[in-house]
């Protein structure tokens, strides 16, 4: 019996439904298995009092630290982050508030391994941890945890020599791994693990009907992402008011849905683009499966999710060629990569709105990232870990 601490900032709860639930959703499967027995620690970070009562924390008061989620029993420890110190100290604190913590599941659960499923400040801290309880550590790379956490001044260092502590490390990506090869960890010390999708939920509907239920009837982009600069759905709005006759949702919620609800107005396009708020991920399937094409103009990624599982339900997409878009987007039945301009965006979803590829075909793009490969490979990585370190 493989005994696994699973370790992850990102990880959702009942303010934060949809926060990590690809993280989620590999822990359930890896749990799953009948030879490993799992617990999880979901730190989450807030300011000092009097800071901590602000709107955007407040919510977390009513966030148990330890509770059944799923069936997993999940504890929710509290570490300190100040603002405006861009992360430097997050380790440390983390780090000092896990230590007890982890001391006191230990002596019910003799953990093999410390899987941290996020780069920073999970990564350093389960290093910390691994050292001074003796057991192995793997962390696993995303996206903007290398991307960006790797490369600021406050926190480089840290995440460099995490990469460089850990016992196993792993990568959402070929191009992922390249990036952490970059900052000067060790690429022949990385193993690629892509995501999953539950094929039976993501599937291809019938289109008509699938945007009835959104009020639409001609062609349908969707976008999926939070609102922040870096998902391009302003660049997605731009491609979309040159398509006449098309609409567009953007499903996400973030900082800068007042910018965008501004270039809407400002293009005249209140009637075919709609922001849609962070949406239940149980309701992407049909999201997705009702659109012609789903459009995220990335400046960096891991391997996105929803590129799979917008492949899943049969819709192409059209990406950047951030992170791991060529491993996903191998053949024209899958969509297109482009520059990141309105102008590219808008000819590739010209492009396969005039001449659609059949949904079973763009499907088969998704089929091998199944969640029992993910667990399956998941499982032999940590098992070899704790297997070494006897």
């Not at 990141?340 to 590739?348: E, H, L, S, T």
């Amino acid at each position: 019996m493989l005994r696994v601490l699973t370790l992850s900032t990102l990880f959702p709860d009942a303010t934060r439904p949809n926060f990590g639930v690809f993280v989620e959703r590999q822990t359930l499967g890896l749990a799953a298995r009948g030879d490993v027995e799992l617990r999880v620690v979901a730190p989450i970070g807030v300011p000092p009092w009097p800071f901590d009562a602000v709107s955007h924390y407040r919510g977390f008061r009513s966030v148990p630290e330890r509770e059944v989620w799923k069936g997993l029993d999940v504890r929710r420890p509290r570490f300190a982050t100040i603002s405006g110190t861009g992360g430097r100290f997050h380790v440390a604190a983390l780090t000092r508030r896990l230590i007890p913590l982890l001391g006191e599941i230990r002596r019910d659960f003799a953990f093999d391994v410390i899987d941290a499923e996020f780069f920073f400040p999970d990564g350093p801290a389960a290093a910390a941890l691994g050292a001074h309880f003796g057991v192995p550590v793997s962390i696993k790379a995303r996206g903007a945890d290398v991307h960006h956490w790797g490369h600021v001044r406050a926190t480089a260092a840290s995440v460099r020599e995490a990469g460089l502590k850990a016992d196993g490390l792993l990568a959402v990506s070929g191009a992922m791994k390249a990036d952490m090869a970059a900052i000067g960890i060790p690429a022949e010390r990385i193993r690629v693990h892509h995501t999953g999708v539950d094929l039976a939920r993501f599937a291809p509907r019938e289109r008509v009907a699938a945007k009835a239920a959104y009020g639409i009837t001609g062609p349908l982009i969707v976008s999926l992402g939070a609102l922040i600069p870096r998902k391009g759905h302003d660049l997605v709005i731009d491609a979309v008011a040159a398509i006449p006759g098309a609409s567009l949702l953007i499903a996400g919620e973030g900082p800068e849905r007042g910018a965008l609800e501004a270039r809407i107005a400002a293009g005249g396009l209140a009637d075919r683009v709609r922001l849609l708020g962070s949406i239940p991920h149980d309701a992407l399937p049909g999201l997705l499966a009702a659109a012609d094409v789903m459009a995220l103009a990335s400046s960096s990624e891991g391997l996105a999710n929803a590129w799979v599982e917008a492949l899943a339900c049969g819709t192409p997409i059209v990406i950047t060629a951030a992170g791991g878009a060529a491993e996903v987007v191998t053949g024209p039945d899958f969509g297109r990569i482009v520059q990141r301009d309105p102008a590219a965006f808008a000819d590739a979803i010209r492009a396969l709105l005039d001449d659609p590829p059949v949904q079973a075909d763009v499907r088969r793009g998704a089929e091998r990232f199944t969640w029992d490969a993910n667990s399956a490979a998941l499982f032999d990585h940590l098992a070899g870990l704790a297997a070494h370190f006897l």
